[in-house]
């Protein structure tokens, strides 16, 4: 199914910074910032959207020679360039390539003592 002329317009905007909520609005939805943060949110929901900006992604890609394969191989020969002339260089390079790869997360502890039912009563 073909997009609508404003939703290609808001791909167009979002493919400029790939910030969405700016997108929406400069695609010319009328609405405050809160509202365009949903609703951009949700048409990047969009099969359709999803599909084009991943259309327009790999276009780019192939016109610059640049993948994410291309990026790490050179990140590699930093790190490989670096491990011992510069190990800052070669860790940052590593800390890069840790987060790509989702190596790196904040872990968050939670305690406290409030159950479903705690909660229910004190809504009631």
């Known amino acids: 199914m073909a997009l609508s002329d404003k939703h290609m ?3 167009d905007e979002y ?3 790939m ?3 700016a997108a929406y609005l400069r695609a010319g939805y009328k609405c405050n910032e809160d509202t365009a943060r949903a609703n951009a949110s949700r048409l990047l929901t969009n099969a359709n959207i999803q599909a084009e ?11 610059s020679g640049m993948s994410v394969k291309w990026v790490l ?3 590699k020969k930093i790190i490989e360039d670096n491990i011992t002339v510069d190990p800052a260089v070669a860790k940052s390079a590593l800390d890069s390539v840790g987060k790509h790869y989702g190596m790196f997360t904040d872990k968050v502890k939670l305690e406290g003592s409030l159950t479903v039912e705690k909660l229910l ?3 009631s």
């Open 9 to 11: 317009r808001f791909v």
């Open 15 to 17: 493919m400029i910074d």
């Open 19 to 21: 910030n969405a909520a």
């Open 53 to 63: 900006i991943a259309n327009r992604q790999e276009k780019i890609q192939e016109e």
């Open 73 to 75: 191989e050179k990140y």
């Open 121 to 123: 009563d004190q809504i």
